[in-house]
DNA sequence: TTTT
DNA sequence: TTTT
């Protein structure tokens, strides 16, 4: 018997990337950040104030919802748990990414405060999305833009 | 404003490692085992029971509570937050692994359950507790056990 | 927006009260304690042991659960959330009583380990149970026992 | 061994109640709502909205802080254990109230965004706040205002 | 009423 | 590496 529960409210780094299977299915897959206020220990000791990345997984009926109404900015509350997985980076070796696989959801922010960039005149997706440090993801070499790029397996789910 | 939260219920998987430091202060790191029970979906698919390993570090008070108390095999209620720290492997690379700061614990297990390596007879110490593989824990290549080894920066702390 | 979430392990009190409905629904009920341990505060003032009843509501598919494997001294991991509902005392007074609804139940005790009064050689069920007195629940002035006791409706649901 | 916690966000139905002591120690009292989303059953039943009072208290350094920033309006933020204690009623009767008893806050809604009676001109505190009900909270029958109040022993604690 |  |  064993319990493995996180709870977080923080703010959702990048818009969400969803992916629609034809099984039906769909996964999401955003950044979250929280931020612990910084403090001074009793020794005079200044702990500055620390932002922690969490990579946020949502499913099914959740990632549909968080395909509608997440955007880049929004504060959001998290139910879910701690899962960590193995992937071979470029070299063949092993790597960890841990994520958040949520099962609960709540939005914080005020209807409409973060419309995104799918809301916007441009449209532009967020190309940069991918330069930005996600804490604990796989980064990936540098790439031709050039040419198309074969689906990494390890970019296939999640991050 | 944000809150970062985890609850884990779980075994712990091998004895800690405690590190007392001249500041008086102390870090205890184990790691803590969480197991889904398997289930069918509706369309039948059997997904299986999954062991998630979770990386678990304790300090100060909490360290020496751990350093006395806790052993492999114990049952344990953790509270605490999670942190991923980088640090560089052996290539240089940056490397990510997901911590979790213990800030509130209590012990499932009856007392004496689960005596440890301290308590036994020949009192001999886990030394093969080192080359256990921790999910997301650096690895560290083989090295000679002939010559004094340096401290590695990257093992430092936790893990 | 809203979160209303509580976390409980602590020990049953008495064996569950569990009612099955012509609807096919079920309602378990059964006290839960937690006890916080006593504690010197810096002014050397001593804070007693002090133990806390919870009302426990639990329905449907986790009501049969509990009803088979639940038992008076269980110790359990509870995942709910707080309900208050008022009720007509017999003098006409509004009560109020404060349930935890429970929607994720873990059993921390070895199997077997509290049989319960079902599973006992006299198999003497527990008829004084309903003369426990639980923490915020109504209390039934005394009625001859003589004659048949009809069902109160404060008395129909929970507790 | 036992664990007691909640994690409530809801809105504060009233401006806080704060007492300081002689002692130099300090408690925070207010009414917070949850409120459910209705839901509609596979059966076709409507579940309606449902909206949960829980009756707050803070002490010491939280009462201060409670009593600087926290105002009628405010979303919260709260972590703290479930704790019920008993009173007498006017006609003796013993009579039970569930508060939560909060040792962790965050404040959800913008800073200034609910300014409360303290900070208005007129700072005609808000004296409604007693015929608010409150679930679970010990009503008070009809006194005259003419007169100086004699402090009711079952008011002089939280609720 | 539970349990440590 | 834990445990059921």
Do not use: C
């Given at each position: ?9 923080g703010n959702?780094g ?19 950040a ?17 932002t922690?990345w ?106």
């Amino acid at each position: 018997m064993s319990v493995n529960r996180v709870i977080l409210i923080g703010n959702v780094g990048q818009d969400p990337r969803v992916k629609y299977f034809d099984t039906g299915s769909a996964v999401a897959t955003f950044p979250l950040a929280t931020t612990d206020r910084g403090y001074t220990l009793a020794n005079g000791t200044q702990i500055p104030e620390r932002t922690e990345w969490h990579n946020i997984v949502a499913s099914n009926r959740l990632a549909e919802i968080v395909d509608k109404y997440v955007h880049k900015g929004d504060k959001l509350y998290l139910e879910g748990k701690i899962r960590t997985r193995s992937y071979s980076d470029q070299s063949g070796a092993m790597r960890y990414i841990t994520e958040i696989y949520v099962d609960n959801m709540e939005m914080l922010s005020p209807k409409g405060a973060n419309p995104g960039a799918g809301a916007s005149a441009s449209g532009q997706p967020a190309t940069g999305q991918q330069q930005q440090p996600v804490a604990g993801q796989p980064q990936q070499t540098q790439q031709s833009q050039a040419q198309p790029v074969q689906d990494n397996p390890a970019d296939d789910l999640p991050f």
